[in-house]
């Protein structure tokens, strides 16, 4: 009795302190709706709605300090600030020439009473494709230098939807995905292996990585995500499976802290982009808009390009990054004795050179032409790459006026071996180098584990890393690839040079593992490509018996091939094959010829996530039109309507499609090219082969 009379005492108390009575602090745009809750105790929180559909029941939101485990509640309202903002701008590159900025803010300024009286805003903003909110830590006396613990913002999905998902990671997004209900979650129970190296699952059994797809039972394609991750570590995802709840999981540092922070400082925006179509979630741009404009000024020099590489070869054991056989193989100087393996040599370099340029293709991109690959992994040694030295039979000279000659450039590789404070030591007298020689890109990498210190991939030092390295290659007029960074949150508009990132499970995978599944690309579109463009490294041509290891294969057919340069977006875009690949098979490499990286529009014809996918793009200032349809395991008819095409004009569609008998197991080569004439008013059916897919040409 006692200890009732007790609690009840304490909720009144609360309540008459804490209740908003009558107060809805809300906004909305189209049928999205955001709502802020203080819950009694102080407790913030929001729900999301979509007309009359839940998306986010009531989540709550905060954080704990390393100096107070409490700051998610005792708080009260001070005030709420609205705001509306209708514009556009213009990407230096990307998907749409131009992009609608179009959204209702609301503010909450909250105070934690008693003890420091600490001020924290939550900003909400709403769009007509979801909602983005972000916590602000405003400069105060109480708060300067402070330590995040854990942030505990919560996601309360409505039902137990359907989950396109990879599991919880610190240092890789590299997996396959599992498409499971949310309550079925379970890191033990995912799709394939990874087979990638120094992968260290997240402690937690029951954690994903977004960007999360969801189908919800009530019919919503939902993707939670995050925009504009910077100075802050990557969000992961705790799934509590009972109750369909996901809890922000930040990544940790070395000794376990999350984020080391100075107000005034505010996250990275939460988001959750809500459609009862899927392919508005891959048309939305909400994720580019809560991002930050253009930090580079002049961006002349950006531009989107396809190159080769001397890259698939060494990936399919044709030959080999380091020069000699081991460290160990040196001759009675101390000289590395050539294994007579190595790929970046300048005959081959120059070959690769010439097959760019008969075909019109830009750029090459050279791997395992710097010393330090004979003992590069797994050694923990910080100092194996100088990014300045190449091998001796690389002759930087030579190849530098060869390209030049042919109206070809050299793409840089940058491996650090996972060492990154060794390559921000070189950074400069690396691409200083790339100047030098005419260099336009970098492809960076990261494999293994990170160190001096043992930070991990998706930690806030490494996040702060990878914009050093963007904002230090835009000094230097270097266009960026990184390989095993964080995955991207639309900093692509705040670096337009930082083009293309991997981040994700891409081609090579069918190279050194059991491969990719036949649906795995109409997956990635609405998971990893939600962040931002990826370095996919399409077009693999020869799709059996490329390496010696028996039965390996690519699982999917080699028009999908060419789909997947439309439906896989990126401004850098591999032309991976060899070139003898490509010299067998001359109709099909013209449409990889023909295909722009770089688009005035995009038009998602079709789309179901890990089912199928057709997208339509207007290459950047010209009348013409590609499109990539593509299917997982099952055949299928893509049925689609050409009415972006202008009105009133005929124009000529080459049609790259699986043969008749093709199929991604058994015939994978099999395809054929027609010619049709299409306009406006033209319905195309076209029949695609279980693990298929078709690309068209229109002008
Ligand atoms: C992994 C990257 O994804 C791949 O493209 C690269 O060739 C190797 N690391 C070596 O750096
Ligand atoms: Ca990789």
Redesign the pocket.
């Known amino acids: 009795m006692k200890k009732l009379f007790a609690c009840l005492l304490g909720w009144v108390a609360i309540s008459q302190v804490y209740a908003q009575p009558g107060k809805s602090i809300s906004a909305s745009l189209g049928k999205v709706k955001v709502q802020f809750i203080l819950e009694d105790g102080g407790k913030p929180a929001y729900t999301v709605t979509y007309g009359a559909k839940p998306v986010i029941n009531k989540s709550n939101l905060g954080f704990a300090l390393a100096d107070d485990s409490t700051f998610y509640k005792g708080f009260k309202l001070l005030s709420t600030k609205y705001d509306q903002v209708d514009e556009s701008w213009a990407p230096v590159w990307g998907e749409v020439n131009s992009i609608r900025n179009h959204y209702q803010q609301v503010t909450v300024h909250l105070q934690q009473e008693g003890g420091k009286q600490r001020l924290l805003n939550v900003v909400f903003r709403v769009f007509e494709d979801g909602v983005g909110f972000r916590y602000e830590f405003p400069k105060q006396a109480n708060l300067n230098y402070f330590i995040v613990t854990q942030e505990k913002t919560e996601f309360a999905l409505a039902s137990d939807a359907k989950a396109f998902w990879i599991p919880g990671d610190y240092d890789s997004n ?1 997996y396959a995905y599992s498409t499971t209900k949310v309550s079925e979650i379970d890191n033990q129970k995912i799709v394939g292996a990874s087979g ?1 190296i120094a992968v260290r699952l997240a402690p937690d059994r029951y954690s994903v990585q977004t960007p999360l797809m969801l189908k919800s039972d009530n019919g919503l394609y939902i993707n939670i995500h995050e925009a504009a991750l910077r100075n802050y570590s990557s969000m992961q995802l705790h799934v509590d499976r009972s109750q369909f709840k996901l809890k922000s999981s930040l990544v940790p540092d070395a000794v376990g802290n999350m984020a080391y922070l100075h107000a005034p400082f505010h996250t990275p925006w939460r988001t959750v982009i809500v459609s009862g179509k899927a392919a508005d979630i891959l048309s939305s741009k909400m994720i580019l808009n809560l991002n930050d404009p253009s930090k580079v000024e002049n961006t002349s020099w950006i531009k989107p390009m396809k190159f080769v590489g001397v890259w698939w070869e060494m990936q399919i054991g044709k030959s080999t990054w380091s020069y000699a056989k081991s460290m160990n193989d040196v001759d009675a100087n101390g000289k590395l004795i050539p294994s007579g393996l190595h790929g970046a040599n300048t005959a081959n370099v120059k070959r690769y050179i010439d097959f760019a340029a008969r075909h019109g293709i830009p750029g090459v991109l050279v791997e395992g032409w710097n010393t330090g690959w004979e003992d590069w992994f797994g050694n923990w040694k910080e100092d194996v790459f100088d990014f300045v030295t190449p091998y001796p039979d690389f002759d930087v000279a030579a190849l530098t006026s060869y390209a030049r000659a042919k109206g070809v450039s050299i793409i840089m590789h940058n491996e650090t071996s996972g060492s990154a404070t060794n390559y921000e030591r070189q950074l400069d007298t690396a691409y200083r180098f790339m100047n030098e020689h005419s260099y336009p890109a970098v492809k960076t ?1 990261y ?1 293994g584990k990170i160190i001096p210190r043992g930070e991990h991939h998706d930690g806030q030092w490494m996040v702060n890393h990878y914009a050093r390295v963007a904002q230090k290659a835009a000094e230097h007029h270097v266009m960026l690839d990184a ?2 960074p964080v995955r991207p949150t639309g900093l692509q508009r705040t670096y337009p040079n930082w083009m293309a990132s ?1 981040a994700g499970r ?1 081609n ?1 995978y069918n190279a050194f593992s059991e491969g990719n599944l036949p649906e795995h690309e109409t997956i990635l579109p609405f998971t990893r490509l939600m962040g931002g463009p990826m370095d996919y490294t399409p077009g693999i041509f020869k799709l059996k018996g490329y390496t010696t290891v028996p039965n390996r294969q690519v699982h999917t057919t080699l028009a999908k091939q060419l789909a997947l340069y439309v439906t896989m977006y990126s401004p850098l875009q591999m032309v991976a094959d060899l070139p003898e690949n490509y010299d067998k098979y001359p109709d099909a490499f013209q449409f990889i010829k023909d295909v722009a990286v770089d688009w005035d529009d995009t038009y998602i014809l079709e789309a179901e996530p890990g089912d199928y996918l057709t997208i339509a793009r207007k290459a950047k200032g010209k009348n013409e039109w590609f499109i990539g349809g593509i299917t997982d395991e099952h055949s299928r008819t893509a049925n689609f309507k050409l009415n972006f095409l202008p009105q009133g004009r005929t124009f000529e569609a080459t049609i790259y499609e699986d043969g008749r008998t093709a199929s991604f197991d058994k015939n994978p080569e099999s395809y054929a090219v027609r010619k049709i004439k299409v306009t406006s008013k033209t319905v195309l059916q076209l029949k695609i082969a279980p693990g298929g897919g078709f690309a068209l040409s229109i002008n």
Do not use: S
């Open positions: 590299e990638d990498g494999v390989h095993e991997e891409g090579e």
